[in-house]
């Protein structure tokens, strides 16, 4: 199993990003896929999370009208379109994903927003 997420980087406040995370070794269309992010010396916090079809999302209250989590099923790809980002969205941002075996994450991809 394998998971890469990228397109993180530095935006301003109020600016957009849009991450992806590419996923190999397992059936990807029969999965939820989730993201999460971490700020350093904070516990990992569950952002958002798309069925397997892509047609229900479920979204941390912090999130919810600025963030937008999709899948395209033929690219083994979930993305996190992230808007009006707040200083506080400072974090290692994750995808996620949890299989009978267990579950896995990918490296994270860095977003900082900072002026």
């Known amino acids: 199993v394998q998971l890469v997420e990228s397109g993180g980087g530095l935006v301003q406040p109020g600016g957009s990003l849009r991450l992806s995370c590419a996923a190999s070794?397992?059936?990807?269309?029969?999965?939820?896929m989730r993201w999460y992010r971490q700020v350093p010396g904070k516990e990992r916090e569950w952002v958002a999370t798309v069925t397997i079809g892509g047609g229900i999302r479920n979204y941390a209250d912090s999130v919810k009208g600025r963030f937008t989590i999709s899948r395209d099923n033929a690219k083994n790809t979930v993305y996190l379109q992230m808007n009006s980002l707040t200083f506080e969205e400072t974090a290692v941002y994750y995808c996620n994903v949890m299989l009978s075996v267990g579950q896995y994450w990918g490296q994270g991809t860095q977003v900082t927003v900072s002026s």
């Open positions: 070794g397992f059936p990807f269309s029969a999965y939820p």
